[in-house]
């Protein structure tokens, strides 16, 4: 039975906890047991801050090939989005292979232990299927097998170019025509022990309300886990008021879209009503600060979601950082901006969304080191640059002090990921980030 002892770990509240044995068995914790001063012989040595794998809720792997590319010049979300699809319009399902095979390997090495790719990118030029209509899908789980983490696939329905528009150049790579003819594609997809399969509606821009409900309804009877952005910018607000009568999120639960199981990825510009019926339908909301702030989308409203009693998670959506812990603290320290007071959303509530609630609207049993979870579990540094000095039991040191360069090791389903701040199973990773990313800028 593999073990790991752990000098420290976060077992929950504020304060981590000294000498922690961690005992795994078919993947999964078979006991896990603190104030173990002589670590029985054999058990790996984890000399920092254990901590449970981050989870990434919201990603779009190709995204990952504009970073340093579109951060000058004037304009907003919808002058970026050109360049997105710019990217879009250049990949199949080998070059798709190749970048998300790195991209989730930097995710790997950043901490996340599970990821959520929010999958819209479907179809050859012009819309034609490939002879595998999941071919793309396809590509991200590889990927992500090779890669060591978990995946949360959301294959995302994307039916028209805008508000009752229709699809229009790389957009038609992204659509299915009909939410059947999407259910007929996305029921072919299988998982797998570090695979599973969820689905999205895009934006309530993307797909009308009776495609909204048809969708809602087979996910919800397949048990699956649905996401869709929401309010990510004002002008989808406004326009959404003026094409539906009301807002994004009204649309989606008047089509009986949001639930417990349901993830609303931004929520930036929510109205009042917004999250107090969220809250009553038992939704979350994964929010993307880092992406949200370089596409100058606004600050989210978390304080007023988490104290409604809406579970809040992260995501690094365009990927202009890949750092859980610099999301996490972003909540903070963004609300502190937009307020001018501190101290609103505690670190322990920050490193509950990096983890547990993030694990578990992707639909993972993880998130927290206990017998019987997943044994996914990370390692950061204390003597590095960033986190010598601080308190090494404390939860603000991860949130406040640590970044992706700190994680040490990753472990997922009882199996090493990363060691010594190196990737077992894709070597150089910045060399194949580039060797990827340059395929697609030749």
């Known amino acids: ?5 752990a000098r420290h770990a976060w077992l929950g509240g504020d304060r981590a906890v000294p000498d922690v044995l961690l005992e795994v068995k078919n993947g999964r914790f078979a006991a896990v047991t603190p104030h173990i001063t002589d670590p029985p012989a054999g058990a790996i040595r984890l000399e920092g801050l254990t901590l449970p794998g981050l989870a990434n809720v919201h990603s779009h792997a190709f995204h990952r090939a504009l970073r340093g590319r579109t951060q000058d010049g004037h304009g907003s979300f919808w002058t970026w989005r050109e360049s997105m699809f710019e990217v879009a319009a250049r990949l199949d399902p080998d070059l798709y292979l190749r970048l998300a095979r790195a991209v989730f390997a930097e995710m790997a090495l950043a901490g996340f232990t599970a990821v959520g790719e929010f999958h819209y990118l479907h179809h050859g030029p012009g819309g034609v299927p490939y002879d595998d209509p999941n071919a793309m899908g396809h590509a991200l789980i590889e990927a992500a097998r090779i890669s060591g983490i978990r995946l949360t696939l959301l294959d995302a329905c994307y039916l028209e170019g805008g508000f009752d528009a229709p699809l229009e150049g790389v957009q038609r790579r992204f659509g299915d025509a009909t939410s059947d003819r999407w259910i007929d594609r996305v029921q072919r997809l299988r998982g797998d022990r570090r695979t599973r399969v969820g689905a999205a509606i895009h934006s309530v821009r993307t797909v009308p309300p009776l495609a909204i409900a048809e969708i809602a309804e087979w996910v919800e009877s397949q048990g699956w886990r649905l996401h869709a952005h929401v309010s990510e910018q004002r002008k989808e607000q406004t326009d959404c008021l003026r094409y539906r009568g009301t807002t994004p999120l009204g649309v989606l639960a008047a089509a009986g879209a949001v639930h417990p199981g349901f993830t609303a990825v931004h929520g930036t510009h929510f109205a009042d009503t917004d999250i107090t019926g969220l809250a009553i ?6 929010l993307c600060p880092t992406t949200e702030r370089d ?3 606004g600050i989210g409203p978390a304080v007023s ?3 409604t009693g809406v579970p809040l998670s992260i995501g690094t959506d365009s990927h202009a950082v890949i750092d859980g812990f610099e999301e996490a603290r972003a909540i903070e320290l963004d ?3 937009a307020s001018r007071e501190r101290g609103l959303v ?6 509950e969304a990096a983890t547990e609630n993030g694990m578990l ?5 993880s998130g927290v080191l206990a017998p019987g979870r997943l044994a996914d579990f990370i390692t950061i540094r204390l003597d590095s640059p960033r986190t010598a000095g601080t308190d090494p039991a404390s939860v603000a040191t991860p949130v406040f002090a640590a970044t992706a360069a700190d994680v040490d090791a990753v472990v997922v389903d009882g199996q090493q990921v990363v060691s010594g701040g190196e990737h077992l199973t894709v070597p150089a990773v910045g060399a194949e980030l580039t060797a990827a990313v340059l395929a697609l800028f030749p």
């Open 281 to 286: 339908d038992g939704g979350g909301c994964c």
């Open 1 to 5: 039975m593999p073990t790991w002892w």
């Open 361 to 365: 609207a992707l639909g993972w049993e």
């Open 346 to 351: 505690s670190p322990a509530a920050l490193l």
């Open 335 to 337: 609300t502190r901006l």
């Open 295 to 297: 596409l100058g989308d």
């Open 305 to 307: 979601l988490r104290n």
